[in-house]
């Protein structure tokens, strides 16, 4: 029996499954000077599923994650979020940029609850639900600070609480972890996974970063440079939770290695063979 307190991933009604038919995107079509940022994109997301998205700078991966949310239209094609077409806006979301996009003027604690206001959401479940996290996350010290007066790894901890809060179906992130430095990000890495466990919400992550994506997901989507299509579907057959650091694992290197070799065939990276025989050589 459910109730009307209960949040859809609690009903176990409503995780999202997202379909991403034949989309392309072409920015100023209209134009002499059309630019064409993505080439005939499907997907097929399965709810309550991590999946990553990796390609080079500008191949439209943030383009792809803001269609999901129907902030961007496609040029043609179509994206379903839970059995219906995207064609504006959707709520049952949680969204996290690189950069935390704190107010300053507000405290940890209520950056968080800034949800409750602007969704209209009864603010006893979410002040339960943002103690929870600040407590998962070991932050409940910070809620009364200000966003000066924390470090970075902090402010994306809050940002993270905040894209938590209402316990969306679905959460899309782009680049989360990019304004942090490496043992920041191994630790906030660790600690999304950890949420995300708990909960099982379907996950789109954006990245520029190889590990990172395997570290985290079940599946990766690897795109091709602009225009960007998906050029290979990687099942991540690694058991859960995975350990902070990865990088000695052989299995978590096979799948480095593939999805880098692959940007190699595609021109992305270069020099990788030389590489890895002086790496023999020495």
């Given at each position: 029996?459910?109730?009307?307190?209960?949040?859809?991933?609690e009903?176990?009604?409503s995780?999202?499954?997202?379909?991403?038919?034949?989309?392309?995107?072409?920015?100023?079509?209209?134009?002499?000077t059309?630019?064409r940022?993505?080439?005939?994109?499907?997907?097929?997301?399965?709810?309550?599923?991590?999946?990553?998205?990796?390609?080079p700078?500008?191949?439209?991966?943030?383009?792809?994650?803001?269609m999901?949310a129907?902030?961007?239209?496609?040029?043609t094609?179509?994206?379903?979020?839970?059995?219906?077409?995207?064609?504006?806006?959707?709520?049952?979301?949680?969204?996290?940029?690189?950069?935390?996009?704190?107010?300053?003027?507000?405290?940890?604690?209520?950056?968080v609850?800034?949800?409750?206001?602007?969704?209209?959401?009864?603010?006893?479940?979410?002040?339960?639900?943002?103690?929870?996290?600040?407590?998962?996350?070991?932050?409940?010290?910070?809620k009364k600070?200000?966003?000066?007066?924390?470090?970075?790894?902090?402010?994306?901890?809050?940002?993270?609480?905040?894209?938590?809060?209402?316990?969306?179906?679905?959460?899309?992130?782009?680049?989360?972890?990019?304004?942090?430095?490496?043992?920041?990000?191994?630790?906030?890495?660790?600690?999304?996974?950890?949420?995300?466990?708990?909960?099982?919400?379907?996950?789109?992550?954006?990245?520029?970063?190889?590990?990172?994506?395997?570290?985290?997901?079940?599946?990766?989507?690897?795109?091709?440079?602009?225009?960007?299509?998906?050029?290979?579907?990687?099942?991540?057959?690694?058991?859960?939770?995975?350990?902070?650091?990865?990088?000695?694992?052989?299995?978590?290197?096979?799948?480095?290695?593939?999805?880098?070799?692959?940007?190699?065939?595609?021109?992305?990276?270069?020099?990788?063979?030389?590489?890895?025989?002086?790496?023999?050589?020495?």
């Amino acid at each position: 029996m459910t109730t009307a307190t209960q949040s859809p991933a609690e009903q176990g009604l409503s995780r999202s499954t997202i379909t991403i038919d034949n989309v392309t995107k072409v920015f100023g079509e209209d134009t002499a000077t059309p630019f064409r940022a993505l080439k005939s994109v499907s997907m097929d997301i399965r709810a309550g599923e991590f999946v990553s998205v990796v390609g080079p700078s500008g191949c439209g991966k943030s383009t792809l994650m803001l269609m999901i949310a129907g902030l961007q239209p496609q040029t043609t094609g179509h994206v379903v979020v839970a059995g219906k077409e995207v064609t504006g806006p959707i709520t049952d979301v949680g969204i996290t940029f690189q950069d935390h996009l704190l107010l300053d003027f507000r405290t940890a604690e209520e950056n968080v609850m800034l949800q409750a206001d602007i969704r209209g959401l009864p603010k006893d479940t979410i002040q339960r639900r943002s103690d929870e996290l600040f407590a998962q996350l070991n932050l409940a010290s910070a809620k009364k600070r200000y966003p000066v007066q924390l470090s970075g790894g902090m402010r994306q901890r809050v940002s993270l609480i905040r894209t938590l809060v209402h316990d969306p179906s679905l959460i899309l992130m782009d680049e989360p972890f990019g304004a942090l430095d490496a043992l920041t990000r191994l630790q906030v890495r660790t600690d999304l996974e950890q949420l995300w466990l708990r909960r099982r919400p379907t996950v789109v992550f954006i990245t520029h970063s190889v590990e990172e994506a395997v570290g985290l997901s079940d599946r990766i989507f690897v795109m091709s440079p602009s225009p960007g299509e998906v050029v290979e579907v990687i099942d991540v057959e690694l058991p859960r939770p995975r350990p902070i650091v990865l990088g000695e694992s052989p299995d978590f290197s096979y799948y480095v290695d593939r999805i880098y070799r692959r940007f190699q065939e595609m021109g992305v990276l270069h020099g990788i063979e030389r590489s890895t025989q002086n790496d023999a050589a020495s």
